[in-house]
């Protein structure tokens, strides 16, 4: 797995839309899912827009059915296509700018994660990459917010806007995932940018679970989950031996499937599982 999935992480969102079942036990407990997010989540998107971030070709797909690149930064499936398989949705979730998409994908939803995305619009094409490429990289932003906690609320904002937004159009259970342990990984150091203590993503993780279970209070049936990436590549990252010859992406895949069955337990904001 390219080690890209990884700064390109800002946001992670699973959105399902309540809706009617005819028959409860024969039928998925959410009937949609729709995915937002960056390279570790987009399925496609950015093969149908004007991007240098491309996974169309090889050795992206080697392990994926059929053996075929198809636009994820993957040797196979990415995230987005386990939630939706581990939810019982479908197998995969196509990307929405496909111009060849089936109707009827639509009802049962689709990918609109991007690789290269941000929360921030001077990012252009989530998560990370605001922070690393757009500020630490001297982006900008750094100008406007000399302080790192400045464009962490900045973001937060956009956070808070998007998920009302979703809300707002019928959405009520989100998954939200904080900062990884940052460091000296990611586009922003290979260009050029400094390493990133990893105090600043503690820093915006601990006002992401706070913002959220803000937010949760005043949007009504609403279940807004965070998930703590931190925690646990952390462990990895100083407990190596402790996960054997297990890829990386096996590993996240396995978190956020963990992060899925949080989502749809009790209802309230989970600050680690």
């Known amino acids: 797995m390219a080690s890209s999935l990884f700064y390109l992480l800002l946001l992670v969102q699973v959105c399902s839309i309540t809706a009617k079942r005819l028959d409860a036990t024969k039928s998925p ?3 949609a ?3 937002f997010g960056d390279s570790l989540l987009d399925t496609g998107n950015n093969n149908f827009i004007p991007t240098i971030l491309k996974a169309n070709h090889k050795p992206y797909g080697q392990d994926f059915p059929g053996k075929i690149p198809t636009g994820r930064f993957s040797n196979g499936k990415l995230v987005s296509d386990l939630l ?3 939810l ?21 939803g689709v990918c609109f994660a991007s690789a290269g995305s941000g929360y921030d619009d001077m990012t252009t094409v989530m998560r990370s990459n605001d922070v690393t490429i757009n500020y630490f990289s001297g982006g900008a932003r750094r100008l406007q917010f000399p302080l790192i906690g400045g464009y962490h609320d900045f973001l937060l904002q956009r956070v808070q806007a998007f998920v009302k937004e979703l809300y707002n159009q019928g959405c009520r259970n989100m998954l939200i995932a904080g900062l990884p342990p940052l ?20 820093s915006y ?3 992401l679970v706070a913002m959220l279970s803000q937010l949760q209070e005043s949007l009504p049936g609403s279940k807004l989950v965070y998930a703590d990436f931190y925690t646990p590549l952390f462990d990895m990252m100083n407990n190596p031996q402790e996960y054997g010859k297990t890829s990386i992406f096996t590993i996240v895949s396995i978190l956020q499937y963990i992060y899925a069955r949080a989502l749809f337990s009790n209802g309230k904001i989970h600050k680690r599982v």
């Open 29 to 31: 407990r959410f009937p």
């Open 33 to 35: 899912i729709l995915i």
């Open 84 to 86: 939706a398989s581990a």
């Open 88 to 108: 019982g949705i479908k197998d995969t979730v196509p990307p929405f700018l496909d111009p060849n998409l089936p109707q009827e994908e639509l009802q049962t």
């Open 183 to 202: 460091g000296c990984w990611g586009a922003g150091f290979n260009m050029g940018g400094r390493c990133v203590d990893y105090s600043q993503s503690q």
């Open 205 to 207: 993780n601990q006002k």
